[in-house]
Every structure is written in C-alpha cells, then in structure tokens.
C-alpha cells in the first residue's frame, strides 16, 4: 500500500487530489454500469460534472454537505472551508500563517461536533495537522 | 521517414516533428488548429515524403477548402463527396470528417436464438472495440458479467445459468443503441485556446474500479470547454472463493480505491505524455475519504517504510 501511495505521488503530489461527491464523480457510473441508453444521454459521462466547468474548484469542502446536521451549520461550514481552501491554495508561498491556523481550528471543531463516528479519522487529520 | 525528417529539420522544424510523431504505420494523422497551418503542412509533408518516392495519398479533412488543395487523385473524398454520412476509420475509431466526431465501431453479430454460452458472450464482448473507454460504463457490465459466469466454473460450451443468460440479452438488445453514439473530435470549438488543464477522477465499487480523465480547454474569451478524452475500467479481482471471506486475502473497498487511484494516475500520466499537457494544473478527485485524507493527503515525508 505504501509503495502504492509514494508511486501515486511520484506522479500527483498530494495537492492534486481532491474530494467529489459520489454523485458527482463519473467513473461512478464506469464502476456501477449502466444501460446503453442511459450511456448514450448521459452528460456526465461525456462532459463531466457541472462544478469543474466553472473555473475556480474547491470541492474538498462539500465532504461537510454530505453529512446530516442543521441546515445553518452546513452553510457556515462550507463557506469557511471554501475560503480555508482558497488559502490553502497559496500554502507554502504567501498565506497568512495566523488566520488559515484559525481557519483550520474552527472547521476541525466543527467537524468534530458535526461527523459522526465512522468519519473519526476525518477531523483527526485535520486535528494533527494544526498540532 | 526518420532521414527525411531530419533532411528538412532545418527549414521545416514542425513538419519534421510531424512526420516523426504522427505517423501510424503509414498513415499520416495530425490536427492543427488554423486552415492556414493545415494546407502548409500538408504540402511541405507532401513535398518532403513525394522528394524521396512516398507519394502520400487518399487525404480525408474535415476542411472542403483543404481537400481542394489537394489533386483529385490524391484524395480518398473529393469535396463534393464530404457528406454527412462519410466516414472514415481512423486507428479503429470511426471518424465523420463533415460532422468531426468519433464513432464506435460495433460490427456485431446479431443474436437470433443462440445458445449462450461463455464463447458467445467472450467472442460479442471482445468485438466491442473502443480503446478510448467511450462507452466503459456500459462495456463494464460484460465484464462483470463474464468474471460472474467464471465464478460459477461454467465450461466453455455450457449454457450458462438462466439469470445471467436474461442479463446478457438484455444487455445485447439494446446495443444498437450506440451506434449512433458519437463523441465530438475536437477539444474546444470556440476562440483560442489559452489553457489547457487534465481533470482526473476514480472511484471503486466491490465490483469494478473506474478511471475517467476530461480535458478542461480554457479560452482566451473566458469561457471554457470540457471533454471527456478517455477512461479505464477494471473488474474488481475475486476473493478466493477457498477462504474466508473475513481473512487478509479479502480485498476492501479502501484498497480498491487505491488501486483505482492508481489507474487513474497512469492514465494521466500517459494522456499527458501524448497530448504533450503539464501534469503541474492536472486536478484529480476521488470520492474516498479514506483514501484522500488518510493516504494521499499526507505528504510523502511522513511515510515510513515497513520493510
């Protein structure tokens, strides 16, 4: 597994992943199978999903929307965490040491109020990665 | 055509690099993007190849004007032919110069009450030709058919089971479906092209693992396109059927994820070797959690080998 991981990493450091909803994601379809039908009219398939059309991608954060919780939480939740991404693009260059550590503690509080238990290791990284 | 290339690497830079990376045995396929560059191009290759006795013939364009450059002889479509319905096999692929899009080629043979059987369904699946993975989410459904029908040990000329024979039917009746199916050639169809990004995703269910990779074409007037260029799928391996299923040999979910990771990185890295695009803006999305922030999140100095 390790081997695996470095060789992925060798070629797509780890800034290049990112999260997408199931839902969104096409090779769901590749993995379910669907009918010839459904394939010849799907626009997912052809032309992926709606949110990379757009030009700025910030989806590690919908991983929160996925999870049931207040409506109002969710909504702060996102957008604190799509402008945690926004810095977290400039990591390493120029960001704002103080305010992206804040940043970090407040969505590693909420999430651990909001995620369930299957979901620990979740904030736990989020968590490590502050300390 | 190595030496010709060379022979006009000084005067002609591009059309030597064309002739070295665009011939497929002796077919000769390049795209650019002005008519301009495409008549120039055509001629210098045309002049350097004819030079040393390859008379290149049998040109096919989406462009009327270029086709009209060419001699009558030279052409396999004269422009007055170019309808819509031409088409032209292209490295497997169909290819409609007029409408510019790619087909499937599906020359299946037409069941009529056959016995089904593992040949039958081996022999209908293989003749499915799409090496792009156009049609993947639907190709995959053979394949998980097939390793289903392996599981249960049927030989090769028994009948298989009435579940997987109806399966397999239903599948087949409704493959005339995609033969009008077509995927547009061209990456971006509006003004010019100022950034070109490899989007990447993967994703794995306990049966399959799946690959997809979409070329995101920024333009210079803000907007931007995206195409699918290609995907993979794989089938799961299976569970040794000996063992228990709780043992170490049985695969999860996780590193079925991975392993699709995997897949989707090599995918990327050769569709960025071919189409020349940096892998430095390439995105990739998975939808595992477990493998973004557990394993891929980490940065590669905090791994420790297990010897």
């Known amino acids: ?131 | 055509m190595e030496v010709i290339a060379d022979e006009i690497a000084d005067s002609e830079p591009v059309a030597a690099e064309a002739i070295k990376t665009n011939f497929y045995m002796d077919d000769f396929l390049k795209s650019v993007p002005t008519l301009e560059e495409a008549c120039r191009l055509r001629c210098v290759v045309h002049g350097a190849l004819a030079s040393a006795g390859f008379r290149l013939r049998k040109y096919v364009s989406n462009s009327r004007e270029l086709l009209a450059t060419v001699d009558r002889e030279g052409v396999a479509v004269t422009p007055v032919e170019l309808l819509p319905e031409t088409r032209v096999t292209v490295l497997g692929l169909i290819w409609e110069p007029d409408k510019d899009e790619f087909c499937v080629k599906l020359n299946l043979p037409i069941l009529v009450d056959e016995k089904v059987t593992k040949r039958l369904i081996l022999s209908f699946t293989a003749r499915i030709f799409d090496p792009l993975g156009f049609l993947a989410p639907f190709v995959i459904r053979f394949k998980v058919l097939l390793q289903k029908i392996w599981a249960e040990k049927f030989e090769w000329d028994e009948i298989v089971s009435v579940e997987n024979g109806k399966e397999f039917s239903e599948l087949t009746s409704t493959i005339s479906v995609l033969s009008s199916f077509s995927i547009q050639r061209p990456y971006s169809l509006k003004g010019k092209v100022i950034e070109q990004k490899l989007i990447g995703f993967c994703d794995a269910s306990e049966r399959a693992y799946c690959a997809v990779l979409y070329l995101k074409s920024s333009c210079d007037d803000g907007s931007s396109d995206v195409y699918m260029i290609s995907a993979k799928t794989k089938i799961a391996p299976v569970v040794k059927l000996n063992r228990a299923p709780s043992s170490e040999e049985n695969i999860t979910i996780h590193r079925l994820e991975l392993m699709t990771a995997t897949l989707l990185t090599e995918l990327t890295q050769r569709v960025s070797g071919n189409l020349n695009l940096s892998l430095e803006n390439a995105d990739v999305f998975s939808d595992s959690q477990v493998t973004l922030l557990g394993w891929l999140a980490k940065k590669p100095e905090f791994m420790c080998v297990i010897a």
């Open chain 1, 1 to 131: 597994m390790r081997n695996r991981v470095a060789n992925i990493q060798k070629v797509l450091p780890s800034e290049r992943w990112r999260y997408c909803r199931s839902r969104e994601n096409p090779a769901d379809l590749g993995t379910r199978g669907i009918s010839a039908r459904e394939l010849a009219a799907s626009e997912l398939w052809l032309r992926g999903p709606d949110f990379i059309k757009e030009n700025c991608v910030s989806s590690f954060g919908l991983s929160v929307s996925d999870l049931d919780g207040n409506a109002s939480a969710i909504a702060n939740t996102q957008a604190i965490q799509n402008c945690f991404f926004a810095n977290a693009r400039d990591e390493g260059a120029t960001f704002n040491v103080s305010s992206f550590c804040r940043l970090q503690n407040i969505v590693a509080r909420i999430l651990r109020l909001k995620v369930p238990r299957e979901f620990e290791g979740l904030w736990r990284y989020f968590i490590t990665r502050i300390e």
